[in-house]
């Protein structure tokens, strides 16, 4: 009868341990705007690989952020997986994420790496591309578009859709990389009159401005319209599924990598260390590549059928500028963009 007893006494304590789990089974929990299938496959490798479990929120990048301020006195994640450095680094001031350098860093790209600022490094890369349905395009006689002048034709007048900057990294990195790509000398803060008047001709082709990032590569894909603006990854896996998507490269490139963070004051940081150094690991970066993802790491070529990194003209993104001036940058594009007038058909 004792002996009972000090077994459902053992029992308790385990449970107290780890959380909940008789068995002591340790558990992390990852916020990302990953597809859910795309994320369990690395969960399954991670838990392989260290008997850590993993559960995954995937939401856009915007809804995460919202959700991380929100739990900042009582946080339930452990890591925030693949956003973009301007996006945390204006978490990091808000005291969102914390610290940490992972293993295999001296794999990665000098690039991306970024010396100087502990809270950032790059896990993964996937380039801010055009894409297009060519069965539609067929069947409209048109060229796709090759450039960022030739998303202003009004041929694509309400063909184009791209993810909003307020709720998606994604569209929050196309803009920023408007508004430097088109700044002249001298301007300063937010100032970009060539960029701010791209943005606003731009808005005449945009038929439909997405929640996440992935959406307008499902509608291209789909048929629903014949362009879009998105990342790389998210054409690859349509493409690979066999829709009549195809990428685009333009000149000059976004090309950063996207990151993943050690959120602060997490349930289980020791967990999550271990998640990022899994990250820069050569089996995950092999697994990234096999869907759609470059490696960051030196050792690694890019996804089949993707151009080299070297091969691209890649524009060098100031992430500070977009994290400092991120509040700015959306407000004036919700008033002056977004909420611009259209022109009638002709």
């Not at 089996?283 to 990194?309: C, F, H, I, K, W």
Request: net charge positive; with cysteine; proline share 8%.
């Amino acid at each position: 009868m004792r002996s009972r007893a000090y077994v459902c006494v053992a029992l308790l304590l385990a449970v107290l341990v780890s959380g909940g789990s008789a068995w002591g089974a340790e558990k992390i929990l990852i916020y990302s705007p990953w597809k859910d299938k795309v994320m369990r496959k690395f969960a399954d490798l991670f838990t392989k690989k260290t008997g850590i479990e993993v559960e995954s929120i995937n939401i856009s990048t915007g809804e995460i952020y919202a959700r991380l301020k929100v739990e900042k006195a009582r946080p339930q994640a452990d890591v925030w997986h693949s956003v973009r450095a301007s996006i945390l680094k204006k978490a990091e001031q808000e005291g969102l994420i914390t610290t940490y350098r992972p293993q295999n860093l001296d794999r990665v790209f000098p690039r991306y790496t970024y010396p100087g600022d502990d809270h950032l490094y790059g896990s993964t890369m996937y380039p801010l591309i055009f894409a297009y349905n060519k069965t539609m395009l067929k069947k409209m006689g048109a060229e796709p578009p090759r450039t960022y002048e030739d998303l202003l034709d009004p041929k694509w007048k309400d063909k184009i859709v791209t993810p909003h900057p307020a709720a998606s990294g994604t569209g929050y990195a196309f803009v920023t990389t408007v508004l430097q790509l088109f700044r002249a000398p001298g301007e300063v803060g937010i100032e970009s009159k060539q960029g701010w008047d791209y943005l606003l001709r731009l808005n005449q082709n945009i038929a439909q401005y997405t929640r996440s990032g992935s959406a307008p590569s499902k509608f291209v894909a789909a048929g629903e319209f014949p362009v879009a603006i998105t990342f790389y990854d998210r054409v690859y896996h349509l493409s690979q599924e066999g829709y009549p998507i195809v990428p685009v490269f333009p000149s000059p490139i976004y090309a950063e990598p996207s990151c993943t963070a050690l959120v602060a004051n997490s349930p289980n940081p020791a967990g999550a260390k271990k998640f990022l150094d899994f990250m820069l690991s050569k089996d995950a970066q092999m697994l990234a590549r096999t869907l759609g993802n470059y490696s960051v790491r030196t050792d690694l070529d890019p996804p089949e059928g993707a151009p080299p990194l070297k091969s691209l003209q890649v524009f060098d993104d100031d992430y500070v500028w977009g994290a400092k001036y991120k509040k700015q940058i959306l407000n004036r594009f919700n008033q002056n963009v977004a909420r611009a007038p259209k022109k009638k058909k002709k």
